[in-house]
């Protein structure tokens, strides 16, 4: 994965220098990242589509999650319709969460009721070999 | 499990309510079914639970506790990281990055170790 994560390297710094300049790239290992503005993000996305394949890295738009404020979803979904984007007001992002503070909520609720549901049953299993 | 939520917890600021059901769920359910059904709250076993291995306990972490360390912990150790995303500092190093996780990591794990080592006298104290 490393190795992998090594060889993807090429691409990363085309964008980060004259040619979309006003996009934050957060890169983990083959997860792109990009934050900034609608327009910024589709010249993004169509040069990574132009460079990445030569490199191997080959995008899923319909994979990829686009995490707006709840009032910018609508036209969100208008400008990244040809695209595919999940328009979304807050997403799981790298262990973590990106966007609406209500979404994360939920969230952290589903994460911490599977949790629950977990120490039980090891309960269940901590009985039965006492 | 516990890594999980730990690490969840230095990522999430303010979730110390939400983990309330995890204390439940090892309080009623898990220790219970390792010491037995007859314990009330302050059991010593209980309380040992608590305490890290080397301090006689079984290394089970309160969530409800730990969600404000974790998260002071983990901004003050990728505080270069952090600002150099946020674009706050001249330039990422990652000498100082590596220096402040190395210093931050076993200033964090001396505080832990002698606030669990106080609970550990109090206990010890009241046998």
């Known amino acids: 994965m490393v190795a992998y994560g090594i060889l993807l390297l090429p691409p990363h710094p085309f964008a980060q220098t004259d040619e979309v300049p006003d996009v934050d790239q957060p890169w983990y290992i083959d997860n792109a990242g990009a934050g900034g503005s609608f327009t910024s993000i589709q010249g993004y996305f169509k040069k990574l589509q132009e460079e990445g394949p030569r490199r191997g890295y080959l995008l899923e738009p319909l994979k990829s999650i686009l995490i707006v404020q709840p009032h910018k979803k609508v036209a969100a979904k208008i400008t990244f319709k040809v695209l595919g984007f999940t328009v979304v007001s807050g997403a799981h992002y790298l262990k973590g969460f990106l966007g609406d503070p209500a979404d994360q909520l939920v969230w952290v609720q589903e994460k911490t009721a599977s949790w629950v549901e977990a120490i039980k049953e090891l309960s269940l299993v901590a009985e039965r070999y006492l | ?127």
């Open chain 2, 1 to 127: 499990l516990q890594q999980e939520w730990q690490f969840l917890q230095c990522l999430t600021k303010g979730l110390g309510l939400e983990f309330e059901g995890i204390v439940q769920a090892l309080q009623w359910d898990f220790l219970p079914a390792l010491f037995g059904d007859d314990l009330v709250d302050d059991d010593y076993p209980r309380q040992l639970a608590y305490l890290p291995v080397r301090r006689v306990g079984l290394a089970i972490l309160d969530p409800t506790v730990s969600t404000e360390s974790n998260w002071t912990a983990s901004t003050v150790i990728f505080s270069h990281i952090i600002a150099a995303i946020q674009g706050t500092t001249a330039e990422f190093r990652s000498a100082d990055h590596s220096a402040n996780v190395a210093t931050g990591k076993v200033e964090t794990q001396e505080q832990n170790l002698s606030k669990l080592q106080a609970k550990l006298e109090v206990i010890l104290e009241n046998l």
